[in-house]
């Protein structure tokens, strides 16, 4: 627990760097989603519904960036991403093999949620 506490400077800003990745899907929204799920969901709704969870998940990922450098606001940045991060990953895992393809990024969203968890505990 000590090495949480000790690097979560390091822990948030490459979570988050990783998390505001997903801005890349307001701009390209099929390719995201094709790499991300392994189909597309196409049409207008398709590239709706992608842009908005692109920019949602990448403004999270600025938000932990954030949460790096401003001890103030962490803890609810924090639990905001965990609920997000646990609950993507729950979905991902009871789908089974229907979103095989996004298991890559449920694993990372879980790890980044525990150690969230663990560090929050202990503090």
Known sequence: MAFITDNIFWILLVSGVITSSM???????RLVFQQFFGTILDG????AIMRNWGLVIGMSG???IYAAYDETVRT?????SIVG????SVQVFAAGSTLKA?????IIDLVIGILFCIYLIGN
């Open 102 to 106: 996004a298991r890559g990024g449920a």
């Open 44 to 47: 207008p709704l398709g590239n």
């Open 62 to 64: 600025l938000l932990l």
């Open 23 to 29: 801005l890349v899907a307001v701009v390209a929204p």
């Open 85 to 88: 991060k646990l609950f993507f």
């Open 76 to 80: 609810p940045i924090m639990l905001f």
